[in-house]
């Protein structure tokens, strides 16, 4: 398809394991961006990438959290030693090009569930 | 610190009526703004968006307004349709800060047919 694509879509794993959530870009798009939304409230910005560099990653919660992207293209999002408290739709996003007056469009996102 | 707030977490409008959903939002260094609708289980989509040089923004049935004094947008939705029923996300960014777009909490809006 032409739009974003996130697998997995769910994702139910234990407390303490490891998850890796990846996301395709629409083909051509620069930049690309990770939020998560948890029940209830909206969507965090986690980081984004401008090709394959990150230059912002304060969003990310704790240094469970990595991300990266290769080729310009596809980013995946890793959360070790998960904790309940990560439980949250993740979305990707990716824009043309990186500003302000680019429109984000994003995947329908993975719902993680640590039991 | 909740920079971009959705006071309403729920709007419910009569089918061909005026839907008005409303944002405020408290940085000043934001100047640029969009609205997301987002249906369940799907990722947001990107509705209408407006610059701070602008107080108007019309595309359709959507038009987006822009108060800077009072830190405040809006959405207008006229007439509204059932398939306008969705989650809504106010977003804000400002191009000398660092690109991090930061969405409200929602307001999900239903129609009533």
């Known amino acids: 398809g032409a739009g974003v694509s996130q697998s997995p879509s769910n994702k139910v794993t234990e407390k303490g394991k490891d998850v890796e959530l990846r996301c395709d870009p629409i083909s051509g798009h620069t930049a690309l961006y990770w939020y998560r939304q948890s029940l209830g409230q909206g969507l965090e910005f986690l980081i984004y990438?401008?090709?394959?560099?990150?230059p912002d990653k304060s969003g990310l919660p704790s240094d469970r959290f990595s991300a990266e992207r290769t080729g310009g293209s596809v980013s995946t999002l890793t959360i070790q030693r998960t904790q309940q408290e990560d439980s949250a739709v993740y979305l990707c996003?990716?824009?043309?090009?990186w500003g302000a007056g680019q429109p984000q469009h994003f995947g329908d996102g993975t719902r993680l569930s640590i039991l | 610190d909740q920079q971009v707030k959705q006071n309403s977490p729920s709007l419910s409008v009569q089918e061909g009526r005026i839907s008005i959903l409303n944002c405020d939002y408290t940085?000043?260094?934001?100047?640029?703004f969009l609205w997301y609708k987002k249906y369940p289980a799907e990722g947001p989509t990107f509705l209408i968006s407006i610059s701070s040089i602008k107080d108007k923004n019309e595309d359709g049935r959507f038009t987006v307004f822009l108060n800077k004094s009072a830190k405040h947008l809006s959405l207008h939705i006229v007439p509204s349709q059932p398939g306008d029923s969705a989650v809504y996300f106010c977003?804000?960014?400002?191009?000398?800060?660092?690109?991090?777009?930061?969405f409200g909490t929602g307001t999900r809006l239903t129609i009533i047919p």
């Open positions: 996003a990716s824009s043309l090009a």
């Open positions: 990438f401008q090709g394959n560099s990150a």
């Open positions: 977003a804000a960014i400002s191009n000398f800060g660092n690109e991090k777009l930061t």
């Open positions: 940085n000043s260094m934001f100047d640029y």
